[in-house]
Antibody
């Protein structure tokens, strides 16, 4: 069965950095695009970033562009999110999610359990 | 515009039918997908594409689309359907890859 397990969350000071990981299993990781989606406490879902199956293209939300970097290692079945220059408003649960690769849209069919990032002094 | 708009809250009587809507320009070009999220849990995909349900999703959930509006319909709502529902779609503006709606809190009375 498909499993996505995030790790790397924690408490970090404003201006600090953190790297999240998402270990994937149960599917051919190298064949699917992957997303990071976050949810601030008591708020809705916010899409953060997407990377194509082979890492050839990456997309970011305006709120994180220039500060966050999405990457993947298909040999390790792992997705990453490098977060720099963190701000209080980046505090959220961060989910990784698998894309279905359907040309009619972008559908996130499996999600991890999430990892909490808290930016606070 | 790269926004998707949802009503913040909707209620339905137990066993009745409810429609949750999502509006945005991107929906003229791409199908929406719908996610159910219960407190403390990760979102779950319930509808995607024209009207597709992932394995394990009850057939009381269905989707439709017209113009710039996508709809999620629950026919015969159950107590366990009380949750937050989010729509999303590809972003046709080219500014982003994906955009989410703000979410709708469904209360089953």
């Amino acid at each position: 069965q498909v499993q996505l397990v995030e790790s790397g969350g924690g408490v970090v000071q404003p201006g600090g950095s953190l790297r999240l990981s998402c270990a994937a299993s149960g599917f051919t990781f190298s064949s699917y695009g992957m997303h990071w989606v976050r949810q601030a406490p008591g708020k809705g879902l916010e899409w953060v970033a997407f990377i194509r199956y082979d890492g050839s293209n990456k997309y970011y939300a305006d709120s994180v562009k220039g500060r966050f970097t999405i990457s993947r290692d298909n040999s390790k079945n792992t997705l990453y999110l490098q977060m720099n220059s963190l701000r209080a408003e980046d505090t959220a649960v961060y989910y990784c999610a698998k894309d279905t690769a359907d040309p009619s849209g972008s559908y996130l069919d499996y999600w991890g359990q999430g990892t909490l990032v808290t930016v606070s002094s | 515009s790269s926004e998707l708009t949802q009503d913040p809250a909707v209620s339905v009587a137990l066993g009745q039918t409810v429609r949750i809507t999502c509006q945005g320009d991107s929906l003229r070009s791409y199908y929406a997908s719908w996610y159910q999220q219960k407190p403390g849990q990760a979102p779950v995909l319930v509808i995607y594409g024209k009207n597709n349900r992932p394995s394990g999703i009850p057939d009381r959930f269905s989707g439709s689309s017209s113009g710039n509006t996508a709809s999620l319909t629950i026919t015969g709502a159950q107590a366990e359907d009380e949750a937050d529902y989010y729509c999303n779609s590809r972003d046709s503006s080219g500014n982003h890859y994906v955009v989410f709606g703000g979410g709708t809190k469904l209360t089953v009375l």
